[in-house]
C-alpha cells in the first residue's frame, strides 16, 4: 500500500469507507490505541520524561535497538524494567564491567556425561537469550564482549561453538551510557552505534517534574508499572508499522536530510568542513521506520514531513562524527542536524 499525500486523514476519518483499505485502516486504529495505553502505563511510572518514552517506545515499534544516554540517577534503568513490564516482556539486566567475557553474555558449551559415561557438550543460554536486554553502561566492557552483540542486534541469533541459537522474538536491546565518566571506558565502535536505531538522550526532569518525583517515590507506596500489551501484540504492533504508507514528499525529506549529513553529497558548506563521516542508508532506513511507528502511536495513518525533522536528532546524531577542529571549535552535532533540518521544505 503507498499513498503520495503525507497528510492523509486518521484512522477513525477512514474507517467509514468500506473495502480492504478500510479493514486494514480499522486494524491499524486498533493497535494504535492499544499502544497509546501502553505509552501512558509507562508515563505513569516514568514521570517528567515525556520525550524519552516517545522515542523508546517508537524504536521498539520499529523493531529496533535504543542507546540511551544520561548520567546516574535519571531512571534509565526504571525505565527499562517499566517497559518490560508493560509490554510484557522477558527482561533481562548485564552490568558490563571490563572483565565481562562475551560467554557471560552469550552462554557456553560445557562437557557433561551421562549415566552410560557417554560425554557430551550442552549449551548454557547466557542472559542474553530474553526479549528486553538491558546493557547497562556497555561503554565499560572491552571491546571484544561489546562485539558479542553485534550479532545478535542484526540478525537475532548468536553463533557458539559452530552452531547457531536463534533468541526470542521480539529481542530489543536497550543499553545505557553515561556521557561524563569516561575514565576506565571503551566508546562504542561505529558499527556498533549503528545498529541502534536511536541514541535518546536523557536531560534533567523541570521543576514540575522533580518536584513530583520526589513527592510519589520517597512515600510508603510506589507507582508500579501493569502489562497492557504482550510480545504477541508487539510484534502485531510492529507488522502494522511496516504496513503505514509513506508519502511521496516524506521519502525526499528523508533522502535529503540523510545525503545532506555526508561530506561526500551535501551543498551545506559546514557539514563539508565539520563532519568527518556522515549517516549510510542504514540511517534512512532507521528514519522510514520511526517516522511510520511515530505515526501509529499518535494515532496517524501515515507519517508527515514533521516526523522526519522530530526524530532527525535521535536517529542520525551516533551515526555522524565532527572532526578534531570542529570539537575543538565548540561546535556540536544536534546543531548541525537542526542546521539540516532547515533545509527541508514542509509541504
Not at 515525556?50 to 524504536?59: F, G, R
Not at 545525503?259 to 532507521?286: D, F, L, M
Amino acid at each position: 500500500m503507498s499513498a503520495t499525500d503525507p497528510s492523509m486523514p486518521r484512522a477513525r476519518e477512514i474507517t467509514t469507507k468500506t473495502g480492504p483499505e478500510a479493514a486494514a485502516a480499522a486494524a491499524i486504529e486498533q493497535i494504535a490505541q492499544r499502544v497509546s495505553a501502553a505509552h501512558d502505563a509507562v508515563a505513569r511510572v516514568i514521570i517528567g520524561q515525556q520525550a524519552v518514552i516517545e522515542e523508546c517506545m517508537i524504536t521498539l515499534l520499529a523493531g529496533g535497538h535504543v542507546l540511551l544516554v544520561g548520567v546516574p540517577g535519571l531512571a534509565k534503568t526504571r525505565l527499562v524494567q517499566t517497559l518490560g513490564a508493560v509490554l510484557g516482556l522477558d527482561d533481562r539486566r548485564v552490568q558490563f564491567t571490563p572483565d565481562l567475557m562475551p560467554a557471560d553474555i552469550l552462554g557456553s558449551e560445557v562437557l557433561e556425561e551421562d549415566a552410560q559415561r557417554h560425554r557430551f557438550f550442552r549449551f548454557i543460554h547466557g542472559p542474553i537469550f530474553c526479549q528486553l536486554l538491558m546493557a547497562d553502561e556497555i561503554n565499560r566492557a572491552s571491546p571484544r564482549t561489546q562485539s558479542a552483540l553485534l550479532q545478535a542486534m542484526q540478525e537475532g541469533r548468536v553463533s557458539i561453538g559452530g552452531s547457531y541459537h536463534d533468541l526470542p522474538r521480539p529481542f530489543h536491546v536497550l543499553a545505557t551510557q553515561n556521557p561524563i565518566e569516561q575514565e576506565g571506558t571503551y566508546p562504542l565502535p561505529e558499527a556498533q552505534l549503528d545498529r541502534f536505531l536511536m541514541q535518546v538522550d536523557i536531560g534533567y526532569p523541570d521543576l514540575a517534574a522533580e518536584r513530583e518525583i520526589i513527592l510519589r517515590t520517597t512515600g510508603a507506596e510506589e507507582e508500579a508499572p501493569r502489562a497492557v500489551l504482550t510480545a504477541t501484540d508487539l510484534m502485531a504492533a510492529q507488522r502494522a508499522v511496516r504496513q503505514i504508507p509513506v508519502g511521496d514528499s516524506v521519502v525526499d525529506a528523508i533522502l535529503k536530510l540523510v545525503r545532506a549529513g555526508r561530506p561526500e553529497t551535501t551543498e551545506i558548506p559546514a557539514v563539508k568542513e565539520q563532519v568527518v563521516w556522515g549517516p549510510g542508508p542504514r540511517a534512512s532506513q532507521a528514519l522510514m521506520l520511526a517516522v511510520r511507528a511515530r505515526a501509529l502511536l499518535q494515532g496517524r495513518l501515515s507519517p508527515s514531513v514533521d516526523d522526519v525533522i522530530a526524530l532527525a536528532r535521535p536517529v542520525l546524531q551516533h551515526r555522524m562524527a565532527l572532526n578534531f577542529a570542529a570539537r575543538a571549535d565548540g561546535r556540536s552535532l544536534p546543531a548541525l542536524i537542526d542546521t539540516l533540518c532547515t533545509r527541508i521544505d514542509r509541504p
